[in-house]
């Protein structure tokens, strides 16, 4: 019996300390310094700075070799510049994209539940942003079933170009209603516009703008004339109206707002200007040389010989060449807290709306709007930069035939091409949609074309196999020349 007693205490204390240090528990262990809900600003920053850093290194890889901006050099054969683009050259954005869109889920769920209009109109706005480049890249992708695997959807069904343009469109214009100005963003501060809503609004407006302008060739949309109805309402569809209202995100090279390089010598290696981009800005006398590109130097590389870049899709080894090219400005990737000339990624620059306003002007044949949203177009995008604006620019005899407005289009798409320097993907697909500025084709690219969309990744084909026959059928078929829907 002793024995038993003893046994019997033992359990009897075992149960109180139990009882003692299991009593408030869950008070005990909760940590006051963590949140125990995801809400709208948890989600917002990493969501831009993410996207945003990564559309400056496919800018790099991608844009700038098919544009002509700049290219590899030595580059003996092959290379985007000549147009030769691999099978897998759009994996990074498909994953990166889908990605963040996942997030950007999350951000709108949580907004509705907060009852939050502004950050779900961001959160639209977000979405509209990443799915139409992502579209614009592939053309038809998942868009309703995509990122759906929490309901068990692992196999989405690709939604159609015109299909996600009209989405993304009625829910721009959606959000635009959605804001209430008056209204504070008290999730913290996010680094895009520190919580104003009435740049927000701007933006949601500018990028419905951007993508109208998209579909200018599909007359069931009829873009320049809904164009025309939010140029003419300002009131009612808030755009940018100056630099400060731009969508570009400022790193200081302080955690985390860091440069996407993490190396900046990495972005200036082994590379050059492209001739055509620098002989235009010749040309132009334009103050925006030094900021893009180092001077050229004698084949000694004991002096500068100005700006001198290369000629994409060259033939041949670089000893042709008897100078030093001029390079990428290393600047471009140094993050930096000088106010002056900071580093920035650009979502969406103002210069941009001005020439969408000034195409559509031009389309109305109204000739002194055209001119006055033009030249409002490029100043903006020369200050962007942080360069000062020649008062001469559009007059002076020595170049005023490159640079003054003379009533067409071309011109308009020359000075939109340098405005949307480092913007992602825009400058190629603005070439998809227009053909301009043409492009020199010389003899490396003779026989090729220009790309005008990825191939879908290997994952998705083995994956979603089915799915991935429908959208090849509705495409007309997966190459890197398929023709998306709004370029047909």
């Known amino acids: 019996m002793k024995h038993i007693a003893k046994i019997s205490s033992v359990v009897l204390l075992a149960g109180c300390l139990f ?18 809900a995801i809400s709208p600003g948890t989600l917002i920053n990493p969501i831009i700075y993410n996207v945003s850093g990564y559309n400056m290194l496919r800018a790099d890889d991608i844009t700038f070799n098919l544009m002509q901006v700049a290219l590899p050099f030595p580059s003996a054969s092959g290379g985007l510049h000549r147009y030769d683009i691999s099978e897998n050259a759009g994996n990074g954005t498909w994953n990166t994209y889908y990605q963040w869109l996942n997030n950007v889920k999350e951000m709108y769920n949580t907004s509705v539940k907060a009852s939050d209009v502004n950050y779900q109109a961001i959160a639209m706005t977000l979405h509209a942003w990443m799915f139409s480049n992502l579209t614009d890249c592939f053309g038809d992708v998942p868009m309703q079933e995509a990122v759906q695997g929490d309901a068990g959807i692992l196999h989405p ?43 927000w609004k701007k933006f949601t407006n500018s990028l419905r703008m951007r993508l109208l302008l998209r579909l200018s060739k599909k007359t069931s949309v009829n873009a320049y004339a809904q164009l025309k109805t939010m140029i003419d309402n300002p009131a009612k569809y808030p755009v940018f109206t100056s630099n400060d209202d731009a969508a570009v995100v400022k790193l200081t090279g302080i955690t985390p707002l860091t440069s996407p390089w993490g190396r900046p010598v990495d972005f200036t ?4 200007v492209g001739k055509f981009f620098l002989d235009s800005l010749n040309a132009f006398n334009d103050p925006r040389r030094a900021k893009f590109a180092t001077q050229a130097r004698n084949a000694a590389g004991s002096a500068t010989i100005g700006y001198m870049g290369i000629p994409s899709g ?149 994956n979603n196999p089915d799915n991935y026959q429908v959208a090849v059928q509705s495409m007309g078929g997966d190459l890197n020349t398929t023709k998306v829907w709004w370029e047909k």
């Not at 999730?187 to 516009?193: A, D, N, Q, S």
């Not at 042709?320 to 390079?327: E, K, R, T, V």
């Open 19 to 36: 009882s003692s240090c299991t009593k408030n528990f869950e008070e005990i262990n909760t940590d006051p310094n963590r949140i125990d």
């Open 314 to 462: 060259y033939t041949g080894s670089e000893t042709q060449f008897n100078y030093i090219p001029s390079n990428v400005n290393v600047s471009l990737v140094t993050a930096s807290s000088n106010s002056v000339t900071p580093m920035i990624c650009v979502i969406m620059p103002y210069a941009e709306v001005e020439f969408i306003k000034a195409e559509v002007q031009f389309m109305n044949n109204n000739t002194a709007a055209a001119k006055t949203a033009y030249e409002a177009g490029v100043k903006a995008a020369v200050e962007q930069w942080g360069a000062v604006m020649p008062t001469d620019y559009f007059t002076n005899p020595a170049y005023a035939s490159a640079t003054a407005y003379n009533g067409t289009l071309h011109r308009i798409l020359l000075q939109k091409y340098y405005a949307l320097f480092f913007v992602d993907y825009q400058q190629w697909f603005e070439y998809r949609r227009t053909g301009m500025p043409v492009l020199p084709v010389n003899a490396g690219i003779v026989g090729k074309q220009m790309p005008t969309r990825f191939k879908y990744p290997i994952a998705v084909r083995t």
């Open 269 to 272: 290696s082994y590379r050059a």
């Open 157 to 199: 069904k690709f939604d159609t170009q015109e299909t996600i343009y009209t989405t993304l469109l009625k829910n721009l214009d959606s959000a635009n209603n959605l804001y209430n100005t008056s209204k504070s963003m008290i999730y913290g501060t996010e680094i895009l516009y520190a919580n104003n809503v009435s740049k």
